[in-house]
């Protein structure tokens, strides 16, 4: 594994396993996998961003403020989040870059810390261990490296080897920028949009009932109430499919199904909407339309990614000062069984319905998502995300799942960043990590070396096809 006191010494042997005999094998086996484009059916970089391919600001915004992994751990480590550039387009980009050069010991052992090498090293060419002494010098270089035409976005897809990279967009997005990129001949990557309804279904959201009002407006065909809310959806979930999209993103508190009569659906909108509902209602509203996603998934084909167990906007100073997605959702127990049992026991065996679960909870890895993957015929095994995506914990993940469902139900890896630069890096480690896993049971004569270099083809690459339906 390389180190963060390293940076431009990444070892061809980082991630892999220590016994000289099982190394071997994954050497090998990561060799069928290395050079395959990259498919990545979740993540967060802008479609703008690529679309408009303006140069990259600076290094602080290019490495450091989107990339909230590294910015939670400065700010846990005394940085100010505003004095990093989180919420605050007027921070100075310099000071940015020596808070982390300065800070650059803490990554040891991170998951960060196999990322920002890759980066460094790769993109720039760093030799250099980042420091307070060395970041003026670092800064410089990178700096004027980003004016080049092969660092500019569309440049970096195309040399990242992008095949397929899924945005996530509010459904009321016009989707423009999508359509620039799938207009211009020259552009060969497919960005596709992803439909993200939690702002529209999660009533606790401050501005929920205006972001309804406005759908509703917009998209209702001149229905109202309940059915207009519905009506709309079922337009822009059309809206993105037409776009190219092929998944709905829902990034639920609990992983709950309700299903509702429409009368009583209907009621239960209007507090909600009306506001003044209690807690009780909110949750209810949100199990039943997952449960109503599913039923137009079923009706579209959109697949279904849940991404629940997630206390989001948890530090309320935070939250006031910054908004969402600023580092501080913090994980929690899931129950996924009987929560999902409504939606499972009416779709998960339903033709063309996939649904891919995601955990943040390790607990369930085995317990549940396992067993309901080795039985429904839609459902799917999210990769290990966020929190889970280092590579000690995605080994886990293999370890806990496998025995159950082998790996025909898995949904591919996901990078799930807005680290437009860490897609590769975290791309190369999934591959790693796959290639050591597979290696140890070839080692164990569980597996043979020919069955090895087509199961990891199949999991780098045709999974994510398979289960997002690319």
């Not at 387009?89 to 803490?106: E, G, K, N, T």
């Not at 670092?138 to 899924?166: H, K, M, N, T, W």
């Not at 995601?358 to 085995?366: A, C, G």
């Not at 290696?439 to 043979?448: D, I, K, P, S, Y």
Request: charged share 25%.
């Amino acid at each position: 594994m390389v180190t963060t006191s390293e940076p431009g010494t990444v070892s061809p042997d980082r991630l892999l396993p220590a016994d000289p005999t099982t190394r071997a094998i994954a050497r090998e086996l990561l060799t069928c996998v290395e050079d395959l484009p990259i498919v990545s059916p979740h993540g967060h970089v802008s479609a703008s961003v690529i679309a408009d391919d303006e140069p990259f600001a600076d290094p602080a915004r290019l490495l450091v403020t989107p990339d909230h992994y590294v910015t939670r751990l400065l700010h846990a480590n005394g940085a100010s989040l505003a004095a990093l550039g989180v919420g605050n387009a007027d921070a100075d980009p310099r000071a940015i870059w020596r808070a982390f050069c300065a800070a650059w010991p803490v990554f040891d052992g991170t998951a960060s810390a196999n990322w920002l090498v890759s980066e460094l090293a790769d993109l720039f060419d760093v030799r250099e261990v980042p420091s307070r002494e060395s970041a003026d010098r670092l800064y410089e270089r990178i700096a004027a490296r980003l004016g080049e035409p092969a660092l500019r976005p569309r440049a970096l897809v195309q040399s990242f080897a992008v095949e397929v990279l899924a945005t996530t967009d509010d459904p009321l997005d016009d989707l423009a920028a999508h359509h620039r990129l799938a207009a211009d001949p020259t552009f060969t990557a497919r960005v596709l949009p992803t439909f993200r309804p939690d702002a529209y279904v999660d009533a606790a959201t401050p501005d929920f009932a205006d972001r309804v009002d406005r759908l509703i407006a917009q998209a209702g065909e001149g229905r109202s109430g309940y059915d207009g809310y519905l009506t709309a959806l079922r337009g822009r979930r059309q809206h993105f499919l037409e776009a190219g999209g092929t998944a709905a993103d829902h990034g639920v508190r609990a992983p709950r199904s309700l299903k509702l009569e429409a009368p009583a659906a209907a009621r239960l909108f209007d507090r909600v909407r009306r506001g003044g509902a209690t807690q009780d209602d909110r949750d209810a509203f949100e199990a039943h339309m997952l449960y109503e996603m599913a039923r137009m998934s079923v009706e579209d084909g959109l697949v279904m990614a849940i991404h629940p167990g997630s206390l989001r906007n948890y530090d309320p100073d935070t939250y006031a000062r910054y908004g969402p997605d600023t580092g501080h959702d913090i994980p929690v127990p899931v129950e996924f069984a009987t929560g999902l049992r409504p939606l499972l026991a009416d779709f998960g065996n339903a033709p063309g319905f996939h649904v891919v679960l995601f955990t943040l909870d390790e607990s369930t890895f085995s317990r549940e998502l396992a067993p309901l993957a080795g039985f429904y015929r839609g459902v799917y095994l999210g990769s290990p995300w966020w929190f889970l995506d280092a590579p000690d914990a995605m080994l886990r993940f293999r370890a806990a799942v496998t025995e159950t469902t082998g790996f025909s139900r898995y949904g591919g890896f996901v990078d799930d960043t807005r680290a437009f630069c860490s897609i590769p890096a975290r791309h190369n480690v999934a591959r790693r990590v796959e290639a050591s896993f597979l290696a140890r049971l070839v080692a164990e004569h569980r597996l043979t070396l020919t069955r090895a270099r087509e199961i990891i083809v199949d999991v780098i690459d045709a999974a994510p096809r398979r289960a997002f339906k690319l």
